[in-house]
């Protein structure tokens, strides 16, 4: 990492793999003090485009994204918890059903979007879509005016 990419602004982003009564992975992302959360049921895409369901679940406070290590047997999500990747990301657009975000990790790296599933008969707003963008160049357009060259490539 040169000093050029430190001094970019980002916000904390990790995965933490882990293997609860259930294997998952929890996505968190740092928004407004806090880490909002979704658990993956299955390996976050990293290259492909495949839509993988992600739950949203509580908010974990900061500095949460450095735990590794075993939650006790009889504690909620009892099981080892380890780092699968960490790094930053820039919120491209956000509201409260979608959030468009570069993301800066080691395995995990472009833009993704997390789209919130609209389920009318079982009321449930919690379920969402995580995926890679299919078109990572126009996605990344939409970040151009207030970027600068360095990022620009970054997306590609
Ligand atoms: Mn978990």
């Known amino acids: 990492m040169n000093r050029q990419t430190k001094k970019e602004p980002g916000l904390i982003y990790v995965i933490q793999k882990h293997l609860a009564s259930r294997l998952h992975y929890d996505l968190r992302l740092e928004e407004n003090?806090?880490?909002k959360s979704w658990a993956l049921p299955k390996e976050p895409p990293?290259?492909?485009?495949?839509k993988r369901l992600a739950v949203e679940v509580e908010d974990h406070?900061?500095?949460y994204e450095d735990f590794e290590g075993?939650?006790?047997?009889?504690?909620y999500g009892a099981g080892r918890v380890e780092i699968w990747d960490r790094g930053t990301y820039q919120p491209l657009h956000r509201d409260q059903d979608l959030r468009e975000i570069l993301i800066q990790g080691k395995k995990l790296r472009g833009v993704y979007t997390?789209?919130?599933?609209k389920d009318r008969r079982q009321g449930k707003e919690n379920?969402?879509?995580?995926?890679?963008n299919k078109n990572q160049e126009k996605a990344g357009l939409k970040n151009e005016k207030n970027s600068n060259r360095k990022s620009r490539e970054k997306i590609k």
């Open 33 to 35: 003090g806090v880490l």
């Open 46 to 50: 990293t290259t492909g485009a495949e």
């Open 61 to 63: 406070p900061l500095g």
């Open 70 to 75: 075993s939650i006790p047997e009889g504690e």
């Open 114 to 117: 997390l789209v919130r599933i």
């Open 127 to 132: 379920l969402w879509l995580f995926f890679r």
